[in-house]
C-alpha cells in the first residue's frame, strides 16, 4: 500500500510546531523546511539492529531540527513518546539540539554536533566502517545549504570519493537561508550542483517538499559513486507566516502564531 506522505508531513509540522512552542525554542523555519524530506527518509531507512546498537540504515539530521528526528522516531516506534513530551524541558535528555540517544538500545541518534558542518564528516566515517565491515545498509545525511560553506564538508567530499562510498547519501535542504541572511549574500556556493559533481559525486536535484520526487531520488542512486541530492525548499513550508521568513530561524512561536498555524495545517 502506498504511503501518504503528504498526510504524515502535515502531520509531522504540527508536532513539531507543538513541542517548540511547548519548549518556547527555536528553529521552527529549518523545521518545517525540511519535513517532507525527513517524512520519507525516515519512513524508508531500515532500522534493523545489526551490532553494538546501530542499526543497518543510519539517518544524521542536521542538529537544530532534532525535534523532527525526534517525532520520526516516535512514530516508527524507536523512541519513547516522552522524546515528544518532554522535549526542550528543564533538566531533559531531549534536548533542542541533537545528542546521541543512549535512552534505549538502538543507537538511532548515533551522533551530534550544535556546530555545523560535522553531519557528513560523521557519516562518511560511518559510511566507511560499514564498508570495511562489509556491512549492508546505508547512512543518509540530511545537511543544510549553509553547511556548504564549510572547509570539513569539502574535505568529506574528497574522502568519500576516494574510498568509493556508493553507500553514502546526503540529502540538503536548498532553502537558501542561514541563519543571519541569505546564501548568496554571504558566502554564494552557487551553482552547488556543479561544485559537488567535480568532486566525482552522482548528482540529482529535485523538489524537496515533492514526497513522490523525494521517493524516487532514494530508489535511483547510483550505486558506484557517493550521492548527493539537492532538494530545493522553503523555509518555514506549511505556514503562510513562517514562509520564506528567516525571522523564524531564531524566533519562538507565539500563542496566535501557534494557533493561526494549526488552523492552517488542518
Same mark, same amino acid.
Given at each position: 500500500?502506498?504511503?501518504?506522505?503528504?498526510?504524515?508531513?502535515?502531520?509531522?509540522?504540527?508536532?513539531?510546531?507543538?513541542?517548540?512552542?511547548?519548549?518556547?525554542?527555536?528553529?521552527?523555519?529549518?523545521?518545517?523546511?525540511?519535513?517532507?524530506?525527513?517524512?520519507?527518509?525516515?519512513?524508508?531507512?531500515?532500522?534493523?539492529?545489526?551490532?553494538?546498537?546501530?542499526?543497518?540504515?543510519?539517518?544524521?539530521?542536521?542538529?537544530?531540527?532534532?525535534?523532527?528526528?525526534?517525532?520520526?522516531?516516535?512514530?516508527?516506534?524507536?523512541?519513547?513518546?516522552?522524546?515528544?513530551?518532554?522535549?526542550?524541558?528543564?533538566?531533559?535528555?531531549?534536548?533542542?539540539?541533537?545528542?546521541?540517544?543512549?535512552?534505549?538500545?538502538?543507537?538511532?541518534?548515533?551522533?551530534?554536533?550544535?556546530?555545523?558542518?560535522?553531519?557528513?564528516?560523521?557519516?562518511?566515517?560511518?559510511?566507511?566502517?560499514?564498508?570495511?565491515?562489509?556491512?549492508?545498509?546505508?547512512? &543518509?545525511?540530511?545537511?543544510?545549504?549553509?553547511?556548504?560553506?564549510?572547509?570539513?564538508?569539502?574535505?568529506?567530499?574528497?574522502?568519500?570519493?576516494?574510498?568509493?562510498?556508493?553507500?553514502?547519501?546526503?540529502?540538503?535542504?536548498?532553502?537558501?537561508?542561514?541563519?543571519?541572511?541569505?546564501?548568496?549574500?554571504?558566502?554564494?556556493?552557487?551553482?552547488?550542483?556543479?561544485?559537488?559533481?567535480?568532486?566525482?559525486?552522482?548528482?540529482?536535484?529535485?523538489?524537496?517538499?515533492?514526497?513522490?520526487?523525494?521517493?524516487?531520488?532514494?530508489?535511483?542512486?547510483?550505486?558506484?559513486?557517493?550521492?548527493?541530492?539537492?532538494?530545493?525548499?522553503?523555509?518555514?513550508?506549511?505556514?503562510?507566516?513562517?514562509?520564506?521568513?528567516?525571522? &523564524?530561524?531564531?524566533?519562538?512561536?507565539?500563542?496566535?502564531?501557534?494557533?493561526?498555524?494549526?488552523?492552517?495545517?488542518?
Amino acid at each position: 500500500m502506498e504511503r501518504d506522505y503528504k498526510k504524515l508531513a502535515n502531520e509531522l509540522r504540527k508536532t513539531v510546531l507543538l513541542m517548540t512552542h511547548s519548549a518556547q525554542s527555536s528553529h521552527i523555519g529549518s523545521n518545517f523546511s525540511v519535513t517532507d524530506i525527513m517524512t520519507v527518509v525516515y519512513d524508508i531507512a531500515d532500522f534493523t539492529p545489526i551490532h553494538n546498537g546501530l542499526t543497518k540504515d543510519i539517518v544524521l539530521p542536521k542538529s537544530w531540527t532534532v525535534a523532527s528526528a525526534y517525532a520520526c522516531l516516535v512514530r516508527r516506534g524507536l523512541l519513547p513518546q516522552e522524546a515528544i513530551d518532554d522535549y526542550g524541558k528543564e533538566g531533559t535528555k531531549w534536548t533542542t539540539i541533537a545528542e546521541p540517544t543512549e535512552h534505549n538500545e538502538l543507537k538511532v541518534l548515533p551522533f551530534s554536533t550544535g556546530a555545523m558542518g560535522y553531519i557528513l564528516p560523521a557519516g562518511v566515517g560511518f559510511a566507511l566502517a560499514k564498508k570495511l565491515n562489509k556491512e549492508e545498509g546505508k547512512v &543518509y545525511c540530511i545537511i543544510s545549504d549553509g553547511e556548504c560553506q564549510i572547509g570539513s564538508f569539502y574535505e568529506s567530499l574528497l574522502i568519500a570519493k576516494q574510498h568509493e562510498l556508493s553507500n553514502l547519501i546526503v540529502l540538503c535542504d536548498n532553502n537558501s537561508w542561514q541563519a543571519m541572511g541569505r546564501i548568496k549574500d554571504i558566502l554564494n556556493i552557487e551553482p552547488l550542483n556543479e561544485k559537488i559533481k567535480s568532486f566525482g559525486w552522482a548528482i540529482q536535484k529535485i523538489n524537496g517538499h515533492d514526497h513522490e520526487q523525494i521517493e524516487n531520488a532514494l530508489k535511483n542512486v547510483d550505486k558506484t559513486l557517493p550521492n548527493f541530492i539537492i532538494c530545493d525548499t522553503i523555509k518555514g513550508m506549511g505556514y503562510s507566516k513562517f514562509y520564506d521568513n528567516n525571522l &523564524y530561524h531564531y524566533k519562538r512561536v507565539s500563542e496566535e502564531e501557534l494557533n493561526e498555524a494549526l488552523k492552517e495545517l488542518c
